[in-house]
């Protein structure tokens, strides 16, 4: 995932590529995740969350949808 | 110490040898920190894939392309933190190696359709807000299917 300085700018670039937009994360929602996912990284119990950790960690940020399910493949 | 499994050590060695160097370090480093075979810990790193915990380099199973958040070659996200420079795969990740390492960090990124420098800082264990954004080009089931590109 890349950063943009404004969604004006994420449009531009989605359009530049013709790829639809997809769902934006602002700098806080992203620093939880970045918490949720690497905060015990370099310990011996660190692990990835699993899917269905994964759905909670997302909803609890209101990152909610198929697009947020990991067992969603159309997502 | 309790005896830990060789993925385990590995994995260890993999983060302690990063965070303290700034690089994510290849088979003969990992082997020579734990004393153990290059073979074994190199059939280590595949597994640790199959656990989504690191990407081996395409073609060298030997060297290390991310060990999230770190990335193991440059990337348009440098971070600073603990006065080293390490390399994020992402965005996410840039602000993963502040929440992985515990301190305080920023990242000179830029945007991604303009190329305008966008500073993103962690301070006193919170982010500096600003006004942008991260767009997840590729849903989560998909991750992993690609983790380059994603």
Known sequence: ?75 | MPDRDLDTKVKLAIYEITAETGRVPNSSAVSEKIAVDEREVVAAFGRLHVKRLLLPEPGDPTRIRMAPPFSGIPTPFPVEANGKQYYANCVWDAYGIAAALHCDAFSRASDGRTGEPLTIEIRNGQPVLQPYVAHFAVPAAHWWDDLIFT
Request: hydrophobic share 45%.
């Open chain 1, 1 to 75: 995932m890349l950063l943009f300085r404004s969604e004006e700018t994420v449009n531009a670039w989605c359009a530049a590529r013709n790829i639809p937009r997809r769902p934006l994360v602002n700098l806080e929602q992203l620093w939880q995740l970045a918490v949720h996912w690497y905060a015990n990284r370099l310990t011996v119990e660190s692990r990835r969350p699993a899917p269905d950790e994964m759905v909670s960690i997302f909803a609890s940020l209101g990152l909610t949808g198929p697009f947020w399910d990991p067992k969603k493949v159309d997502g």
